[in-house]
């Protein structure tokens, strides 16, 4: 481990470094693979797994890209046999490049027991393949004890190894850190390693331990239910309230808990004209933290990487968040480790709703208080939210008040006032570069929030018309045009 260790260190110190904006030497993370063409690839939709192909602005266009459309209804059919036979070809790819007899015998050697990996489970139970990106394939040792391998997906949607080799290492850390210094229930981590020419098991992956219980979405759970696990979760964000950190990012150094590295969200991640990666942070202010993930968005949507069919809105959605929304918050420090999947996929129950472990942490990283103790989207009302509705829904009412009971009032204002924060995460990096619509109406329903009635507009278009006057001789709106 500690050659691999060794090797991760030369690799990602050499990459991070922080920039601003639209630096001369920042290159598309991916180049389209239409023959002759050079331009930079479309981020997220412009990978298709069914012909394997990176595709610009103009070659994701279906008069290029002949591949069937799920947006078509006469398509959907025919792109999930397609999708379906492209992952099975990924998954035997990927599993192909595991060499078992190593897997096994380091697994032996750190329990001095025998062990045995079944690999077909994974190709054949594809419900193995948990959260979208990560493979776990099933361990059994000799006397029962029970582990997983967990493997990233690779395929055409897969950000850059180095990018990947991070996450790995971070997710490390982050187990490390809540094993040492919380209470919270996650599984143990026994060894790990990231993809490079002296892992001898073939592949980045974390040997943990495999927790009984199943995920929360799997249950529809009746109020006395959900209240269990509310409380139990009230307990996690007690908990993770008693360790502040200075800057903003993400733990990266599985031997140094105390580190913060930069930002891995998948948005945020850029190359330079080495191929080295280019990410964002550490920060130390809340301020430099969402200036840098804005302008990283504008800088995309200039680009033809991001919201390539409505690029003026979403440019000047992204001018007023930097130069209007932002000066009305004030967010000082510390700040504290969220889980950034928290979609309820993540807590595994048991038969009597028992919290038997928070997994997944991949994508955490430290944020502002309010950020991170705002409720977890698996508590938001759906169809209220993504109708534009403010208010919040029973459930996060319901989690609000118990963490009140338990005497953690600001945690318990920080849900209250949480929509300011789910509206705003999802306006910079968590919404749907493709998908305009949703960027609409989170912008349009932040606004709502901050703004006092007599400023709010009501309307997208009413927005839009000041918007536009705004910014009409504004250079970089002009370059867009
Ligand atoms: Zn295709
Ligand atoms: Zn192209």
Sequence with gaps: MADVWGSIVNVTEASYRIYYFLSSTTMPLF????????ESAVRR??????CKGYLCVKHVDQKFHRCPNWQKREEVSAYKAQQALAEIAEITALLSRVNVGALCARAATLRNVACNVNLDHSLKNRLSVIGGFNYHVPLTFADGVAWICRIRQNNITSTPT????????SEVATYRFLASKTKIPVPAVHDFAIDSPVNTVGVGYILMDQLPGTP???????EEQKRRVMEQMSDVYAQLSQH???KIGCLLNPEDLTAVGPVLEESTVDADA???????????????YRVALIQHQLDLILRRESYIKNRIDAHLIHRWLLDDVLERFSEPGPFYLKHMDDKG???????????VGIIDWEWAQTTTPAEAFGAPVYLLDHPRFYSGDNNLGDDEVAFARLLAARGEAELAGFVNGGRVQHRLAHCITGGEPGNFEVLQTDFISLLRIILPPTEAPITWDQWRAGAWERYAQDPQLQRLL
């Design 31 to 38: 180049i389209c693979t239409s023959p002759g063409c050079k």
């Design 45 to 50: 939709y412009g990978s298709c797994r069914i």
């Design 162 to 169: 180095a990018h990947t080799n991070s996450l790995i290492l």
């Design 216 to 222: 929360l979405t799997e249950h529809i759970l009746t």
């Design 244 to 246: 502040p950190f200075s």
């Design 274 to 288: 080495d191929g080295n990666l280019l990410l964002l942070g550490p920060f130390e202010s809340a301020r430099e």
């Design 345 to 355: 996929d993540h807590i595994l129950v048991n038969a009597a709703f028992d919290i």
